[in-house]
């Protein structure tokens, strides 16, 4: 289910599709609006348009335009909507180049022109089956940004992607302002700064005319800006038990920013990075949530926990990736987490992430990745995510299970059973034994290696504590084999001449044994690491802290294995991939019988 082809699409045609958008209307039935065009992202012919489906997801017999069609513009893209019961409507609002404007002032030369002009809606009292004749400009306040755009603010560059919130009786949406237009690879040096829009009476006022609009934060001139460097932009707003709002946007300095507020967002907090509920134990280390300049997808969902949709990655070169078969690379695959509501130290609200897993990814190695999508669920309960790759739109059906299991992975104490198919345990001496299966990455098969590890005063020495090699014919050739190793520097494995690695290790403090996970994703054709319960992301140190699997890897048919280490180890061995969660679980469980002495003693 997790392969993007499995979905079931609801695009028929040729073109170009992005940034679906979810609704489960009161009768039942479901209403997606999206962008579409005729040829490519930002050409002229984009509109904004609304599919409706009456068997969940199955079939999307119902194409509406929520505005009219025209191959030359002007354009109008990245449609959200929002529900208000109340007045039994639906809006969809979206940008519009209501001039049509295709070229800077004084120049003749065509211009990306899908995020110029100004923020609008209609409206729809059927469920989406019509829209009204009249479209409705929302007002935004101009502020310093828009002065430094090519029209100096007479002309507006800006867009939203994140779905509208209500809290409060208010809604809330992400709206970002573009300091200028560029090119691709000038990304990186275009300021680009998050705002908030909002109404107070968008869910109860019949006359569009009479909406209150808010340009937030009020008082300030600059917006929502980044950690570090120049580009804020996108994301989702969350509203929060207590009221407060927190707002997850992307950047350029490779991870998620977060700003908070508690005062329904006149103000917002400086911004910081999400956060993981389980942390390396070393001092004066937090390990924070990666994203590139991609788009991520935060949602709350039933009993009032989230989901975070993002590419567990830090490659920020946009401008070598945009419009590259590389651009699937970091936009693929999918990871997914679950948030909790956590209660910092100054009293304020915050959400704290469990250790992600892949949740979609694209088996082909070309195309845009995957991107833009909708989280969200069905009356029942069921989960859904709605996707693109810019060219094909599909829907999937999340398993609750999987789901689930992220908000218990603190609390979880369960060894899983799943595809165990060998465990091993030396005590200071070699243990030899029959190599188990590795898997074969071209026919997509997967394992999981896991080691429970005696640490020695403390911490574990430099050590090749399994070495797996072919059988021995002649005896005079170079064997290929597969070994795992342990240094300062991390948990490595060799497959025949190709290098994996953890990040470094963190001694999990007044712990008598190491937990270390290597799990081999076939069908994904990734590779990771757990040490300690906590999935290697690269840290600091490497963009990524997983790797893809070479579909020309060769894994070498071994045969025999060697467990040796000068203290008490044990090796399971799985035939599939475990889930992030399952390995957090073994972790909390704690290590097997075999390998636990009495409290208090210690290996010298």
């Not at 490519?40 to 068997?55: C, F, Q, T």
């Not at 990304?187 to 107070?200: E, H, K, Q």
């Not at 170079?478 to 001449?497: M, P, Q, Y």
Request: charged share 20%.
């Amino acid at each position: 289910w997790r392969n993007i082809e499995n979905g079931r699409p609801f695009i028929d045609r040729i073109g170009y599709y992005d940034q679906p958008g979810g609704e489960i209307i009161p009768d039942g039935s479901w209403l997606c609006v999206i962008t579409e065009g005729d040829t490519e992202e930002g050409g002229n012919d984009e509109r904004v348009i609304a599919l409706r489906s009456n068997d969940k997801g199955k079939t999307w017999p119902e194409r509406v335009d929520i505005e009219p069609r025209n191959r030359f513009g002007p354009p109008s893209a990245w449609v959200v909507s929002v529900q208000a019961p109340k007045t039994k409507r639906i809006y969809a609002i979206y940008t519009y180049n209501e001039h049509n404007i295709t070229t800077v002032p004084n120049s003749t030369v065509h211009i990306r022109n899908d995020m110029i002009g100004v923020q609008t809606f209609r409206y729809s009292e059927d469920g989406g089956k019509t829209w009204s004749a009249k479209r409705y400009d929302i007002p935004i306040d101009e502020k310093a940004i828009d002065r430094t755009n090519n029209w100096h603010g007479a002309v507006r560059l800006g867009w939203t992607v994140g779905k509208p919130i209500v809290s409060g009786g208010a809604v809330f949406m992400q709206y970002t302002k573009r300091g200028n237009v560029y090119k691709d690879h000038a990304r990186g040096y275009i300021p680009m700064l998050n705002f908030v829009l909002a109404s107070d009476n968008l869910l109860s006022e019949v006359d569009p005319e009479r909406i209150r609009w808010q340009t937030l934060p009020a008082e300030s001139s600059l917006g929502i800006s980044p950690v570090e460097g120049l580009l804020a932009e996108e994301g989702d707003l969350l509203a929060l038990s207590d009221g407060s709002l927190y707002f997850a946007f992307r950047t350029f300095d490779g991870y998620i920013n977060v700003v908070t507020s508690d005062d329904n967002g006149q103000t917002f907090s400086t911004p910081t990075y999400a956060v993981y509920s389980r942390q390396p134990l070393q001092e004066h280390h937090v390990a924070f949530l990666k994203n590139p300049n991609g788009p991520i997808t935060p949602r709350r969902v039933a009993d009032g926990k989230y989901l975070i949709l993002f590419y567990n990655n830090g490659d920020n070169n946009y401008w070598l990736h945009h419009n590259t078969s590389l651009a699937n690379k970091w936009r693929n695959p999918y990871w997914i987490s679950g948030g909790t509501e956590s209660k910092l130290s100054n009293g304020h609200m915050t959400i704290l992430w469990s250790q992600p897993e892949i949740v979609l990814y694209d088996p082909k190695s070309a195309g845009h990745g995957i991107g833009y999508p909708d989280v969200f669920q069905d009356e029942d309960g069921s989960y859904y995510i709605a996707e693109t790759n810019k060219e094909t739109g599909r829907v999937h059906t999340i398993p609750r299970e999987f789901i689930e299991t992220l908000w218990k992975q603190d609390s979880t104490k369960v060894v899983s059973k799943r595809g165990l198919t060998g465990s091993y345990t030396a005590k200071a001496a070699s243990k030899f034994f029959d190599a188990p299966r590795f898997p074969s990455v071209q026919e997509h098969a997967s394992a999981t290696v896991e080691f429970w590890v005696e640490y020695i005063k403390g911490t574990i020495p430099d050590h090749t504590p399994l070495s797996c090699t072919e059988s021995c014919t002649a005896c005079n050739e170079d064997l290929k084999s597969i070994a795992v190793n342990f240094n300062s520097t991390g948990v490595w494995i060799r497959i025949d001449e190709t290098y994996f690695h953890s990040d470094p290790v963190v001694y999990d403090k007044g712990q008598a044994f190491g937990h270390f996970v290597i799990v081999i994703d076939g069908a994904a054709g990734v590779l990771t690491f757990l040490n300690n319960g906590i999935l290697s992301d690269g840290l600091r140190l490497r963009k990524y802290g997983w790797y893809f699997l070479d579909p020309l890897l060769a894994v070498p048919p071994v045969t025999s294995c060697i467990l040796d280490y000068d203290s008490q180890i044990t090796m399971n061995f799985y035939s599939v991939a475990l889930t992030t969660s399952e390995v957090v679980g073994n972790y909390n469980a704690g290590p097997p019988s075999a390998c636990r002495r009495s409290p208090g003693t210690e290996v010298h």
